[in-house]
């Protein structure tokens, strides 16, 4: 595609994400299914509740910017053939717990660095209904991202992920 | 491998980012030459001097780790084929630029996360040395990605990056 304007910039990113996201919608069922903690295992499985909603909200930009193109995002796939690979290793518990929760926090910050240049060029563009979904969408990639660092330093669980696995 | 305990997980985290880190030092001056924006050349251009660093540190952590094998990392390489589908766009100029940043800001994230789950390590290990050496990079690629944030929303151009490809 042609990136003669900033509308173009937006619309890559719009279908970059909306790529992105249905890959993970897609990946995190499996990913869930190999956390041994329940924590992380809830949390993996309320992160993709959330995922659904923010195809959703990409769908109403889309709609209402009527975009409808499509690109598969090569930057999301990279990462969840990374975090595949870290699925079919051998290993348990807490070590592999750690390394899931290792490849869950760079999706999340592929997401955090997309939703923050498309929340950006919204607010450029004055795209106002577009920059408050993205918006919404940005706080929950933040959440998550926080979250997933609790569970591995020790917020939730007592000592943490990490700490468990040490130990060993 | 093996991921049995968080030194297994630690070790995976080094062969990953030094994959990541060499693939970078690779792709940087393309991205360089690609940016029509004079700041953001050079900002490029320093972060390639900075990567540069970042792999000796990571020989570093390696020898005295004994740490020997290596791995490919495919979530950079995902990452940088999709700086390379920009670079194949047409399109010139500021919005270019835009695009540049957003996935130069990706890549940025990535080793964000990834500098941290290995800090994190690191720390809960007890490897001091490397904990210090990982915990100075990660200062640079966050304050990498702020830089580009500035660069793209106006606080080093006149209006930034984004202001000007509106304008067109």
Request: with cysteine; charged share 30%.
């Amino acid at each position: 595609m042609s990136l003669a304007t900033l509308d173009d910039v937006f619309t890559e990113q719009i279908e970059d994400l909306y790529s992105a996201e249905t890959q993970l919608v897609s990946a995190l069922p499996k990913m869930a299914g190999a956390a041994s903690d329940e924590k992380l295992r809830q949390a993996i499985e309320t992160h993709l509740e959330q995922t659904r909603g923010h195809v959703e909200r990409l769908e109403r930009i889309r709609g209402d910017l009527g975009i409808t193109g499509s690109q598969r995002c090569k930057g999301m796939a990279g990462l969840l053939e990374e975090g595949e690979e870290v699925l079919g290793e051998s290993g348990s518990g807490a070590p592999k717990d750690a390394a899931l929760i290792a490849a869950a926090q760079r999706v999340e910050h592929y997401e955090i660095a997309a939703y923050g240049t498309a929340w950006t060029l919204a607010d450029e563009l004055g795209y106002d209904d577009a920059k408050r979904l993205l918006g919404e969408t940005l706080d929950e990639e933040s959440q998550a991202d926080e979250l997933l660092t609790k569970i591995a330093t020790g917020g939730l669980l007592r000592g943490g992920v990490n700490r468990e696995a040490a130990e060993r």
